[in-house]
C-alpha cells in the first residue's frame, strides 16, 4: 500500500471574513434606506434589488464559511465537517418536513426555496462551526487553568 501525502483542504485566506462581512453589511443597507425613507420602487426594480440583496448576502456568507482561520489545524477541520454534517442536516429535515408543518398548521402548501435552502445551510454551518470551537477553546483554558471555575 502506498502512503499518500494528505491533501490539505484549500480555504480562502483568513481575511475574506471581512470581505463577506461587507458584503452581507452591502446587502442589508439599500433595504434599510429603502424601508425607513418609505421610496417606493416599481415591481420590477424592487425583485431586482430583492434579488441582488439575497444574493450579496449569500455570497457573504459563502465567503465567511470558506475562509480559514489564522491557525488551521487537524481540530478545526473536524469541527468543519461536523458542523457540515449538521448543515446538511438542518437543510434535509427543513426540506422534508417544513411543507407538512405549513400544511398542517396554516393550511398552505409552501415550498421552500432553493435560497432559503442555502442560507439555512450556510447560517447553520456558521453557528455550530463557531459554537464548537467557542466550546474547544474554553475546554483548553479549562485544561491549562484548573483553578477556572465553570461558572464564568
Known sequence: MENKPKQKLKLLPPSYKLIGLGLMILS?????????????LAPTGKEYSLLSAKGLFLIGLAMIAWSKDKKEDESLMFIRLTSLLWAFFMAFFSVIFEPFFCLLFFGSDKRTSG?????????????VYYLQKLGKSRMRKIQIDPNHSLKS
Do not use: C, G, R, W
Open 28 to 40: 442589508i443597507v439599500p433595504a434599510v434606506i429603502i424601508k425607513l425613507n418609505d421610496i417606493q
Open 115 to 127: 435560497t432559503e435552502v442555502m442560507f439555512l445551510m450556510l447560517f447553520s454551518y456558521l453557528m
